[in-house]
């Protein structure tokens, strides 16, 4: 049971575009929401987060969409950099300090 | 900021043999930790969530008594796969949640561990 989906696998962005990777989740208790930027045999970097109570969040060239209505949630990275390139994954969480589901991932490449 | 060192970074182990990994949390007290299996290409899947002082909470599917975890100090947890098999291969992290309030985790780097 995949409470945490991500429908696109990977992703292709020119540099300089927007790129934008989404996540739906199924769990209406889910109440908190993270992304993070992973490389092979490392650990997740985290990269933004937001709460229930909100429906954006903007940090940099980072901004998470929330829409609760529909449960699902949005990453914009704009403009895309090369260093961008990386798998993404999307989390949620019943409230803090508890256990991230995690979605299934998808990999962005930006090409130059 | 908060910082959770793990190690071994990769192992390669015999079959049948156990292998034991750390998480240490430094600069910060973590009485919760959370232990995550990626295989290539797929999701992080939760294991267990340890607590310090108390036994591990483990997730549908995941045998306890091959999964060993400890969690014997407010710094210290540990992830031991026994009686390993080539099918336990795989990359293994653990994760802090911030506990001061905030609504971060700070995760280790995570262990590659493949039986052979």
């Known amino acids: 049971d995949q409470q945490v989906k991500q429908n696109s696998p990977s992703l292709s962005v020119q540099e300089g575009r927007i790129s934008i990777l989404n996540c739906d989740y199924t769990?209406?208790?889910?109440?908190?929401f993270l992304w993070y930027k992973k490389y092979p045999a490392e650990g997740p970097t985290f990269l933004i987060s937001i709460s229930s109570i909100k429906d954006k969040n903007e940090d940099g060239r980072f901004t998470v969409f929330l829409n609760k209505s529909a449960k699902h949630l949005s990453l914009h990275i704009v403009p895309s950099q090369p260093g961008d390139s990386a798998v993404y994954f999307c989390?949620?969480?019943?409230?803090?300090?508890?256990?991230?589901?995690f979605g299934t991932g998808t990999r962005l490449q930006v090409t130059l | 900021g908060a910082v959770v060192s793990q190690h071994p970074s990769w192992v390669i182990c015999k079959s049948g043999t156990s292998v034991k990994i750390e998480c240490r949390s430094l600069?910060?007290?973590?009485?919760?930790m959370f232990w995550y299996r990626q295989f290539p290409k797929q999701s992080l899947m939760l294991m267990a969530t340890s607590n310090e002082g108390s036994k591990a909470t483990y997730e549908q599917g995941v045998e306890k008594d091959k999964f060993l975890i400890n969690h014997a100090s407010l710094t210290l947890s540990t992830l031991t796969v026994t009686s390993a098999h080539p099918e336990d291969s795989s990359f293994y992290i653990c994760?802090?949640?911030?506990?001061?309030?905030?609504?971060?985790?700070?995760f280790g780097s995570g262990t590659r561990l493949t039986v052979v």
């Open positions: 994760s802090a949640p911030d506990e001061t309030g905030g609504l971060g985790y700070t």
């Open positions: 769990n209406s208790m889910f109440d908190y």
């Open positions: 989390a949620a969480s019943p409230g803090t300090a508890s256990k991230l589901t």
């Open positions: 600069d910060f007290q973590a009485t919760t």
